[in-house]
């Protein structure tokens, strides 16, 4: 969980807790919670037969659930201790919901891992005597909500079983805070069974090289939370290339430094998922990075590129940039270095692209960078701008604007013109752009439809998935004909396109019309010029049609 995820939660259970207590003045409520952790372990200790050691760290780290038990009491400074203990000689606690929330498992996840039949650990002892024997191996108890999480199993094997498995991966020349690190990381190696065609002897043989024989290890701090977070470094990589027991081959002897060392996981992980977005394998984006760990401290957020400028610099020839200038002018203009995977998928270039970075190019992307530093601006666009800026609804403008730059079109007066057809929020226009992505419509001629046709993003994703699957299902229409006409999607399903379609297939079927119509002529008409051309086909057509066709509704 990354960090600002972790700040996030804490934050929300300061709140939470202090919403909880509000009826006790806030001069007085740390010496509440003491006392209610206190009486806790007390009671987990002495009633319950609890270690004291696993009772003492239970009560100190179950702030939530024992903010609620403290605002079932009145609270007095002279009689508060020993009215929580009445409460919880009266009143016994769920076991298993203070057990999870100690283990650093969110409050609000709880309720949902808690047995139905089961409040004592007395009914079932197995989870309890898992974690107690990771914790005397020296796994932070408020770091097991980590591994059961991921692997709930774990915590059904016996003490034995844990002790042994430890045993085992010590073996291969690693001290305890070592495999705890790794096992955090990679909590299936506690499982009974490796997953996903992992092998637990090849991962750790694999670490062994990474971390002594390669010499990784040095410059790692000698404590759990250092080990783990360099693992789960280490973790993203794995999961990008397949697992294949050969990742020393991958990292290599001479870059494991400045990647797993000098950057943070956030950004390791933001930059995997920018080159991911190109659309190519996961294995090449990971070889990419390990081999070119400079492309890490890229800045995404800030510079500006333009379009035909980064093409040219990359090597596209004049004959293709003016190809590109007439077929692709939604996209010309500047826009985020963000947004420069989705700009190379609007042009339908993002493999050519990947491919000169991967190919031992990728200092061109830095060089251009620092060569074009302050990119032209187009005045269209800017005028534009300044329209939405004096708008009162500019807020919404600026999210769909930032929405449609995001997909690849750039800041050009075509962008403003289908901003000013598009309806919903950005998150809704998402929303339909991915479900039509989906169809499996290529991202560039995707593009190309929102240019042409903008409102086809104006209805919800239900609808759209309607008229895809009739259309594909009932119609057979081939994707390259929605991609010639996507007006058809603005249509209405159930009072247009489906009464005119099976009219004329009824027409066809009775061999009353000979002649093979469009899809477009069959739907775009207005009703007049449709039933018209009916009538031309039989005089009595018309008639059916209003009788039979023109309210047919799609089957629920």
């Known amino acids: ?20 207590l509000r009826k006790i003045p806030i001069r007085h409520r740390n010496l509440a919670v003491h006392e209610a952790q206190k009486a806790l372990t007390d009671y987990l200790h002495a009633t319950r037969s609890f270690p004291f050691t696993y009772a003492e760290l239970i009560g100190n780290n179950t702030l939530c659930s024992l903010s609620n038990l403290i605002a079932k009491v009145e609270f007095s400074p002279s009689t508060f201790s020993k009215s929580f203990q009445r409460v919880l000689r009266y009143h016994p606690i769920n076991e298993f919901e203070v057990f999870f929330e100690s283990i650093g498992i969110e409050h609000h996840l709880v309720s949902g891992l808690l047995p139905d039949d089961k409040v004592f650990f007395s009914q079932d002892r197995s989870l309890f005597d898992a974690a107690c024997a990771l914790s005397d191996f020296g796994f932070p108890w408020e770091k097991l909500g980590v591994l059961y999480l991921q692997e709930s199993s774990i915590f059904g094997r016996s003490a034995a ?82 697992y294949k027991g050969n ?77 590109i200038s007439q077929k692709f002018a939604h996209v010309l203009g500047r826009n985020k270095l963000v947004n420069l995977p989705n700009v190379m998928r609007a042009l339908g270039l993002q493999e050519w692209f990947f491919d000169k970075i991967n190919g031992g190019h990728h200092q061109l992307l830095t060089d251009y960078i620092a060569k074009y530093p302050n990119e032209d601006q187009d005045k269209d666009y800017q005028d534009g701008l300044r329209r939405i800026q004096i708008s009162r609804a500019r807020v919404h403008s600026i999210s769909k604007l930032k929405f449609l730059h995001g997909l690849g079109f750039g800041e050009n007066a075509l962008t403003i013109d289908v901003l000013n057809h598009l309806h919903g929020t950005s998150s809704e226009l998402q929303e339909r752009f991915d479900c039509l992505l989906c169809s499996r419509i290529e991202f560039s001629k995707l593009c190309m439809m929102v240019r042409r046709t903008p409102r086809i993003l104006n ?82 057509a018309p008639k059916h049609w209003f009788e039979k066709f023109c309210h047919i509704k799609l089957p629920m």
């Open 1 to 20: 969980m990354c960090s600002k995820t972790l700040s996030f939660f804490s934050l929300y259970r300061h709140f939470s807790i202090s919403t909880i």
């Open 247 to 323: 990742l020393w081959e991958y990292i290599g002897r001479n870059k494991y430094k400045s990647i797993f060392i000098e950057y943070r996981e956030e950004e390791l992980v933001n930059k995997v998922k920018f080159f991911c977005r190109f659309g190519v394998k996961k294995e090449e984006v990971a070889q990419l990075i390990l081999l070119c760990p400079e492309l890490l401290s890229l800045d995404l957020e800030n510079p500006v590129i333009n379009v035909l400028k980064l093409l040219k610099h990359f090597g596209l020839s004049s004959k293709d940039l003016d190809e």
């Open 459 to 540: 209805q919800n994703s239900e609808t759209i998935k309607r008229k895809v699957n009739f259309f594909n299902q009932e119609m057979g229409t081939s994707l390259s004909y929605l991609e010639t006409f996507p007006a058809m999607l603005h249509y209405h399903l159930e009072d247009r396109i489906i009464p005119r379609y099976r009219f004329h297939k009824w027409l066809t079927e009775k061999g009353l019309c000979c002649k093979k119509y469009s899809i477009r002529s069959m739907i775009a008409n207005n009703e007049k010029k449709f039933v018209a051309r009916v009538f031309k086909i039989h005089p009595a």
């Open 161 to 242: 079983e844990l002790k042994s498995r430890l045993g085992e991966l010590k073996g291969f020349g690693f001290g305890n805070v070592e495999v705890i690190g790794m096992c955090l990381a990679f909590p299936f190696v506690l499982s009974e069974e490796s997953q996903e065609g992992v092998g637990i002897d090849e991962l750790f043989s694999d670490l062994k090289l990474i971390f002594l024989d390669f010499g990784l290890g040095r410059f790692v701090e000698g404590d759990v939370d250092s080990w783990h977070e360099v693992c789960r470094k280490l973790r993203l990589f794995i999961d990008l290339i397949g």
